[in-house]
């Protein structure tokens, strides 16, 4: 009985992975293009919710855990099911009036739930990251396609030599086979025109899926007339092409979602419990003092939130963002007893005080549940 138990549990393990759309590296290669074309308050917004986090970073999240109890009902967020042979406005009435959970739905669900102010930052922080993964998953060919073969996931090939299915050649074996971490495939990738972007982000989200669902139905076409169920290099030479564009194509239209769904910023419900901050405590948080800084030990820091401090402690590393500098002061990240963020002209400080004492004066404002200072100005730091 246990033997059964644990064959059971593998066989579930192994379709949960076979599940998981576009790969780590494909996922995070479109975090990173869409990095690239993210607004100035698309990208301060990022930051106030992911903190050091990046868009590359959380664009896996939603496939580690959607098998945790608390995200069992995720799993059909991921992909969207439909017949093959419907024109577009079939298809699109087809897609609009589904009333089964999928990533159409569940997308639009997200987005909505980042821009309502009712919403606490908690909430808005796990949306994102589903936002981030979605616009991945829409954009894999067969994540949208049939049922009935579990999305080329019970169609079995043999890729060089070695099993597979369709829907695991075009999650990942296409990109292992071309090679390369997911920065080197976004600067190889991320290479669209002006007049590219300006489309790509125009179009409705609807035209997206039916790009993926005109692409599978020729993956089907073409399984359907082989003599055989062996492909070799001729099938990624003819194929990786679209691999590539869908990637660029994600990253650019998720920049798109983001810049307009944070065009004015990050606004959340007065319960959010001091998770990231707003524009506005920001703002705070860089205002003028009003009295002498108080002395505190970093490991009290946490006790004077709002308080206007000096801060003295050792620097434990740095992390360059766009726009800005995270530094560790009092321990490594993740367990830094305080973040410094610079910002404006003390943005390239961090490189000259790493290792070393240094004495921040600021406002205390929490973020992620840990004490901040935001420094502007050189002069807030002293060594």
Request: glycine share 8%; charged share 20%.
């Amino acid at each position: 009985m246990k033997k059964k138990n644990v064959l059971l549990a593998i066989a579930f393990l192994s379709v949960s992975i076979l599940l998981v759309s576009w790969g780590v590296t494909g996922h995070r290669t479109v975090g990173k293009i869409a990095e690239n074309h993210l607004t100035a308050n698309a990208k301060t917004a990022v930051h106030d919710l992911l903190g050091a986090e990046t868009l590359a970073d959380v664009s896996t999240w939603a496939d580690e855990v959607r098998n945790e109890p608390a995200y069992k009902m995720t799993g059909s967020w991921h992909y969207i099911n439909l017949p093959l042979g419907l024109s577009y406005s079939d298809f699109q009435k087809k897609v609009e009036g589904m009333s089964e959970a999928n990533v159409y739905s569940a997308l639009r669900q997200q987005e909505q739930i980042l821009t309502d102010k009712s919403t606490t930052r908690e909430q808005k922080i796990v949306a994102l990251k589903f936002v981030v993964h979605f616009v991945g998953d829409l954009h894999q060919p067969m994540h949208v396609s049939r049922a009935e073969d579990k999305g080329g996931n019970s169609i079995q090939l043999n890729y060089n030599g070695r099993g597979t299915n369709l829907h695991s050649v075009w999650d990942s074996k296409l990109i292992e086979h071309e090679g390369g971490d997911y920065q080197q495939l976004a600067a190889k990738y991320d290479h669209p025109s002006a007049a590219e972007i300006k489309q790509w982000q125009s179009d409705p989200m609807i035209k997206w899926i039916w790009e993926s669902y005109t692409i599978s139905s020729k993956l089907y076409a073409e399984v359907d007339a082989m003599k055989s169920r062996s492909i070799d290099d001729s099938y990624y030479t003819a194929h990786i092409g679209i691999v590539h564009e869908r990637l660029e194509q994600a990253g650019v239209r998720l920049a798109g979602v983001l810049n307009t769904l944070f065009k004015d910023g990050v606004t959340a419900s007065a319960a959010s419990t001091g998770v990231g901050t707003t524009s506005a405590s920001k703002a705070a948080a860089t205002a003028e003092p009003t009295g002498p800084a108080k002395p505190i030990d970093i490991k009290d820091a946490a006790n004077h939130i709002d308080e206007y401090a000096k801060v003295c402690a050792v620097v434990y590393g740095y992390k360059a963002l766009d726009g800005l500098t995270l530094v560790n002061l009092g321990a490594s990240y993740p367990d830094q007893l305080m973040t410094v963020v610079l910002k404006g002209a003390a943005k390239d400080l961090a490189a000259s005080i790493d290792g070393k004492t240094v004495c921040v004066t600021g406002k205390i404002i929490s973020y992620k549940g840990k004490p901040e200072i935001i420094v502007t100005d050189p002069a807030m730091l002293t060594k």
